[in-house]
T-cell receptor, first 111, second 116 residues
Framework: TQLLEQSPQFLSIQEGENLTVYCNSS?????LQWYRQEPGEGPVLLVT?????EVKKLKRLTFQFGDARKDSSLHITAAQPGDTGLYLC???????????FGQGTTLQVKP | DVKVTQSSRYLVKRTGEKVFLECVQD?????MFWYRQDPGLGLRLIYF???????EKGDIPEGYSVSREKKERFSLILESASTNQTSMYLC???????????????FGPGTRLTVL
């Protein structure tokens, strides 16, 4: 069974600080997705990373896929209150195509 | 604008009741999914469907069944609701074709079910 461990589970920071969320597994994934979920809504895709070592940037968000395609990180620079939400990583199962989700990171950015 | 809608945002049922959760997508997607979301556990897959009348068990299918009679509609059924099925239920759809890993899942807003 493929599992994804996401850390930390909770993060409360001040506006302007930087943060990193980690997503780790002992399994290889064909690709990995990051979603963001706001209260009362379903998750929305932020990015998909496919190649080992790949780095993608989305404004102040930087996503990296590990060289071995077993882990990923999300780094937010100069966090803003609008970044508040639940961040979920999801690995695409190698043989199934199903998404395997991490536990999620609840981020609160205080003004 | 792509859309996945779920029949109810909030639902309260009693133990033993039969519960129907409906999901409709307007994107002509082949794949549809039902997840439950619990704090600290992320999203766990209950059932999914690759096409009309097709269904596959996910990771936690016990106590649930599904129905997909039309392409746009995927229903989750709790035959006899129990208190441990109190949760947030999320429906998603995805276009098939192309490399599997590239295709985004589009989620509905969720149904918060409470079983008393």
């Amino acid at each position: 069974t493929q599992l994804l461990e996401q850390s930390p589970q909770f993060l409360s920071i001040q506006e302007g600080e930087n943060l990193t969320v980690y997503c780790n597994s002992s399994s290889v994934f064909s690709s990995l997705q990051w979603y963001r979920q706001e209260p009362g809504e379903g998750p929305v895709l932020l990015v998909t990373v496919v190649t080992g070592g790949e780095v993608k940037k989305l404004k102040r968000l930087t996503f990296q896929f590990g060289d071995a395609r077993k882990d990923s990180s999300l780094h937010i620079t100069a966090a803003q209150p609008g970044d508040t939400g639940l961040y979920l990583c999801a690995g695409v199962g190698s043989n199934t195509g199903k998404l395997i989700f991490g536990q999620g990171t609840t981020l609160q950015v205080k003004p | 604008d792509v859309k996945v809608t779920q029949s109810s945002r909030y639902l309260v049922k009693r133990t033993g009741e039969k519960v129907f959760l409906e999901c409709v997508q307007d994107m002509d997607h082949e794949n549809m999914f039902w997840y439950r979301q619990d704090p600290g556990l992320g999203l766990r897959l209950i059932y999914f469907s690759y096409d009309v009348k097709m269904k596959e068990k996910g990771d936690i299918p016990e106590g649930y069944s599904v129905s997909r009679e039309k392409k746009e509609r995927f229903s989750l059924i709790l035959e006899s609701a129990s208190t441990n099925q109190t949760s947030m239920y999320l429906c998603a759809s995805r276009m098939t074709g192309g490399p599997t890993g590239y295709n985004e899942q589009f989620f509905g807003p969720g149904t918060r079910l409470t079983v008393l």
